[in-house]
Antibody
Framework: QVQLEQSGAEVKKPGASVKVSCKAS????????MHWVRQAPGQGLEWMGWINPNGGGTNYAQKFQGRVTVTRDTSISTAYMELSRLRSDDTAVYYC???????????WGQGTLVTVSS | EIVLTQSPGTLSLSPGGGATLSCRASQTVSSSYFAWYQQKPGQAPRLLIYGASSRATGIPDRFSGSGSGTDFTLTISRLEPEDFAVYYCLQYGSSPITFGQGTRLEIK
């Protein structure tokens, strides 16, 4: 069965960086794009970007351009999302989600809470 | 950027009744790349409908989606207690990918 296992919660200070991992299993990692979506406390869902694990191509939302970097390690079927120059309003749950052209985001990770606080 | 506007913001209904949730797009959205999600507190979103009207695996037939162009609807009939949650629409045919702001379905 398809599973996306994310790394644990993080607490960071403003200005720091955070790197969240998403380990995929149950399917061929390079066959599907991996997306990152975040959700601030009590707020809606916000798409951040994707990576094509087959080749490493990326696409980011304009809002995060220059601060977000999505990478992957195909040898361990893991995608990473790094967000730099953190601010308090980056406090959110960060999700990875497998992208499928036919159905959208069918499989999601469990989410990783990133708290930015001085 | 395609803006998705969901209405109403909150819907208060009783179990057993029916619910109609709306999602309006600022530009034409391809139905093939339009989906609905359900999210409960502390959980990741769950795919309900893809391709505007196809139910995802394991989704009961109480859930149905319709619409095209700029207007899409999620209909839930015979509301069960577990249906009370937040619902989001999503378009992923145009970059950037965008979500609606959500409709909260609460028990009246």
């Amino acid at each position: 069965q398809v599973q996306l296992e994310q790394s644990g919660a993080e607490v960071k200070k403003p200005g720091a960086s955070v790197k969240v991992s998403c380990k995929a299993s149950g399917y061929t990692f390079t066959d599907y794009y991996m997306h990152w979506v975040r959700q601030a406390p009590g707020q809606g869902l916000e798409w951040m970007g994707w990576i094509n694990p087959n080749g490493g191509g990326t696409n980011y939302a304009q809002k995060f351009q220059g601060r977000v970097t999505v990478t992957r390690d195909t040898s361990i079927s893991t995608a990473y999302m790094e967000l730099s120059r953190l601010r308090s309003d980056d406090t959110a749950v960060y999700y990875c989600a497998r992208g499928d052209v036919a159905v959208g985001f069918e499989y999601w990770g469990q989410g990783t809470l990133v708290t930015v606080s001085s | 950027e395609i803006v998705l506007t969901q209405s109403p913001g909150t819907l208060s209904l009783s179990p057993g009744g029916g619910a109609t949730l709306s999602c309006r797009a600022s530009q034409t959205v391809s139905s093939s790349y339009f989906a609905w999600y359900q999210q409960k507190p502390g959980q990741a979103p769950r795919l309900l409908i893809y391709g505007a009207s196809s139910r995802a695996t394991g989704i009961p037939d109480r859930f149905s989606g319709s619409g095209s162009g700029t207007d899409f609807t999620l209909t839930i009939s015979r509301l069960e207690p577990e249906d009370f949650a937040v619902y989001y629409c999503l378009q992923y045919g145009s970059s950037p990918i965008t979500f609606g702001q959500g409709t909260r379905l609460e028990i009246k």
